[in-house]
């Protein structure tokens, strides 16, 4: 969501691999490199065109909402939400599901630990 440059990177969702640094000399139509502290948004379903606005829309006010959600425990001295998979607890940089469905409408948070899960 940091990069755009109207360029999509398919990022597998091994640790490695979403700690990359991909730059524009790696990946041609990239106008500023992507690093592993920006914002991304995953899709599992193609996305089309007329979609794009909302579907960034609504992962970024999810993206605040777990940012929010975080800070307020921290600064109240509680633990953090457990990831929706092996129930430890999370912090960012994790993944947050902005279209909520099944288990995660409970518990929106995941954790790298995942991977497979969400790839």
């Not at 398919?10 to 490199?33: A, M, N, Q, Y």
């Not at 129930?87 to 630990?113: I, M």
């Amino acid at each position: 969501m940091d990069c755009h440059d109207n360029s999509t990177l398919d990022l597998c969702s091994e640790p490695e691999c979403l700690d990359s640094v991909i730059t524009p000399k790696r990946r041609s139509g990239l106008e500023v490199p992507h690093t592993p502290d920006h914002d991304m948004l995953k899709v599992r379903y193609v996305l089309f065109g007329r979609d794009v606005a909302r579907v960034e829309r609504s992962a970024k006010e999810a993206l605040e909402a777990a940012r929010t959600t975080i800070s307020d425990l921290k600064v109240k001295d509680q633990p953090s939400p457990g990831c929706a998979y092996c129930r430890n607890a999370v912090s960012l940089p994790c993944w947050y599901c902005a279209e909520c469905t099944g288990e995660f409408a409970q518990n929106p948070f995941v954790s790298p630990c995942s991977s497979e899960f969400i790839a």
